[in-house]
């Protein structure tokens, strides 16, 4: 999972169905329809409202990630005139229109009916498609933005609020547009270097202007626990988040449409409630203590990730949880049954006499799991938990996150699909960002992202066959604090800037970009 582990990817374009409705009427003052994709300035063409002024056809709007289509127009697009004002037609989006209002600097006038120069958010056919799917509509002054939920709403704002950064006008026409993948977003882990509430809110704000839709926080490994603990409080960190902190947090993620999935990593990467609880340390038969792993043969071991599991499961509100399960030390030396008999008998005991270590650790996995789907949340997992040929087998409702295929018990992606398993590309040789860059890391570009990765592409450079892909969710660019110090929190928001724009260009639309590199580091700048 992190350096010494990872995770990310997959899913099919759906057509788009019209179910929110965001119009937006402003007389055009100056400006005409945004230049077409990698224009630069200069050689946009002005607009101006007189009616009977002929235009040319419109270009597609410039955003990242891009629209998927763009039916052309003739007319003078739209943008804010100082009469403008943000209407919602449903109270549910009351938020998302005045969030827009505020980006816009106009005025928010509640659920009333659109004037000319005016903004309109409105659900219509709930459920019907994709519901991050939304269909914008520039015509007559005005633009309607309409998708089947507030998810695609808020994504129609989206590109709204960029295509006005770049070129001062939304452009005549329609767009129709809709999200590749499902799960599209970031990895933090924050227990091995500390960010701040504020760090992770500006991240946030950034993800949900790239339509990316999950952010991970893996708070507790070796190095610290991060995140403020009632059930538990001895294994919490000196410098930790405190729960007001996370649950300001989750609201914001919240507003802008981004699930926040926690991870608490066991049966290994332990070392942080392993020093306030020595007893459950794992010991070879000399004594020999393993770093970060608890000794699964022990029944207060389950008792007291479980305890945590559900205090966390409670406080995240989404519908994922990751319970870790890579880099079990014990399944990393010769013998596990020789080295670690007292495994070797909970073993023997639980799954029968043939049952081994592996057997015992997978077991653990599933224990774990089903925590999780009491507390009616889908888990994840790293891939190198999921093992093969054993008298015990992962259940197959968990996610595997394939970070890498490198670690004791990892396997080709191509198998894990094969079991029919739904897979999310944490890729660690595209998407891995391990601070200070050790074992052989070197810090990821977006450039080699945006040219050579796709959702496809789960370990190494190769991409698996194209019939996995309804099993292939989504991915995550993953940041891990291996030497925390490398890096400060400044120097980490700028190094994985582009690498999220490329990451959010790939997952909503994996074909090949129509941008070269050099134009989209240019939009990325002017869509900000």
């Known amino acids: 999972m992190s350096p010494s582990r990872a995770p990310l990817v997959a899913g099919a374009a759906v057509a ?14 100056d400006s005409g329809p945004g230049s077409g994709n990698g224009a630069s ?13 002929s235009y040319p056809l419109s270009t597609t709007p410039r955003t990242i990630p891009a629209v ?36 816009l600097k106009i005025v928010y006038r509640g659920e009333k009916a659109p004037r000319s120069g005016d903004v309109e958010l409105a659900i219509a056919a709930p459920g019907k498609g994709d519901p991050e799917s939304y ?11 309409s998708g089947p939920g507030q998810a695609g709403v808020f994504y129609g ?19 129709r547009d809709t999200p590749d993948r499902p799960q599209r977003g970031l990895n933090l882990d924050i227990a091995r270097k500390h960010y701040s509430a504020d760090w992770i809110e500006d991240r946030l704000r950034e993800m949900g202007d790239l339509k990316l839709n999950q952010l991970g926080l893996h708070f507790s490994d070796d190095q610290a626990f991060r995140i403020e603990s009632d059930s538990h409080p001895e294994v919490v960190s000196e410098e930790h988040l405190t729960k007001a902190e996370v649950r300001r947090i989750l609201k914001l993620a919240q507003s ?100 081994t270590v592996q057997d015992l650790t997978e077991g653990w996995l599933n224990d774990r799991a089903a925590v999780i789907r009491k507390a009616e949340k889908i888990p994840k997992a790293w891939n190198d938990g999921f093992f093969s040929g054993g008298q015990v087998t992962a259940h197959e409702g968990i996610e595997v996150e394939y970070w890498t295929g490198k670690e004791i018990g990892a396997r080709p992606p191509q198998e894990y699909l094969a079991e029919g398993r739904k897979v999310v590309n944490l890729n660690d040789e595209f998407l891995y960002y391990v601070l ?61 800037r582009m690498p999220l724009n490329a990451v959010s260009q790939k997952l909503w639309d994996p074909r090949e970009p129509k941008l070269t590199w050099a134009q989209f580091q240019e939009l990325a700048d002017e869509t900000r």
């Open 16 to 29: 788009v169905a019209a179910a929110v409705t965001l119009t937006v009427v402003v007389w055009p003052e």
């Open 68 to 103: 998927r289509e763009h039916t052309a127009a003739r007319g003078p697009g739209w943008k804010p005139a100082k009469d403008s004002t943000v209407v919602a037609a449903d109270p549910e989006l009351a938020d998302e229109a005045k969030l827009l209002a505020t980006e």
């Open 157 to 175: 704002t989206r590109t709204l609020k960029q295509s006005l950064n770049a070129d001062d006008t939304v452009p005549e026409g329609v767009v």
């Open 41 to 53: 300035a200069s050689s946009r063409t002005s607009a101006s409202p007189s009616p009977s002024r």
């Open 436 to 496: 200070g860059e050790p074992n052989d890391f070197v810090y990821p570009t977006g450039e080699r992202i945006y040219e050579r990765w796709t959702p496809f592409v789960l370990r190494g450079t190769e991409p698996v066959a194209e019939r996995y892909s309804k099993q292939i969710l989504g991915g995550r660019f993953a940041v891990w604090g291996d030497l925390p110090n490398a890096q400060t929190q400044a120097q980490v928001a700028e190094g994985i």
């Open 135 to 145: 269909t914008l509509k520039t015509e007559n002054n005005q633009v309607t933005i």
């Open 256 to 355: 802008l449409h981004i699930t926040v999935v926690g991870e608490i990593d066991s049966p290994g990467h332990l070392g942080a409630v392993l020093r306030a609880h020595p007893d459950l340390q794992l010991r070879n038969t000399q004594g020999v203590a393993r770093q970060g792993a608890i000794d699964i043969s022990q029944p207060e071991s389950a008792k007291i990730v479980d305890d945590l599991l559900k205090e966390y499961a409670e406080l995240f509100p989404g519908d994922w949880f990751h319970v870790g399960a890579d880099e079990y030390q014990a399944l990393t030396v010769s013998s596990p049954q020789a080295s670690y008999p007292q495994l070797a008998a909970a073993a023997r005991e639980k799954y029968g006499a043939d049952a």
